[in-house]
């Protein structure tokens, strides 16, 4: 019965020891590396952003920037010559325009502005759900 006991209790603490192994999710620190899950804003970006400007779907990149204007994850970096915002509003205004390649560069801008800092500070960040 003792060892019964002890089978049913060794067999428990590796159940649970199991079921809280950290799996592969946006908020570890290796999220968007090689071979791990897209980080939040990463993966909303492949999902919403590269699509529309490899379809040339300048309505809906309008409207991705649109929604990224809003998603500075600090409120200062909406201020200055690399404003977020600004950029994001602008990308949608060219996208509006027809002007993917003005549209494009905007991206640019923004990944130079912004890319190294967001992913150093707020990369396992959950993008707003609107």
């Not at 791990?36 to 990149?61: F, H, I, V, Y």
């Amino acid at each position: 019965m003792k060892r019964l006991v002890w089978v049913l209790v060794l067999s428990g603490a590796v159940a649970a020891g199991a079921l809280l192994q950290p799996s592969a999710r946006a908020d570890d620190a290796k999220c968007g590396a090689k071979g791990q899950p897209s980080c939040p804003l990463q993966g909303w970006m492949e999902k919403n952003m590269d699509p529309a400007t490899e379809k040339n779907d300048l309505k809906a990149l309008a409207a991705a920037f649109e929604k990224v204007a809003g998603w500075a994850p600090d409120a200062s970096w909406n201020s200055g010559d690399t404003s977020w915002q600004a950029i994001a509003k602008e990308g949608a205004a060219l996208a509006n325009k027809g002007d993917m390649a003005g549209a494009k560069k905007q991206c640019k801008s923004c990944h130079k502005a912004w890319r190294d800092k967001y992913k150093a500070s707020f990369r396992t960040k959950p993008v707003p759900a609107k």
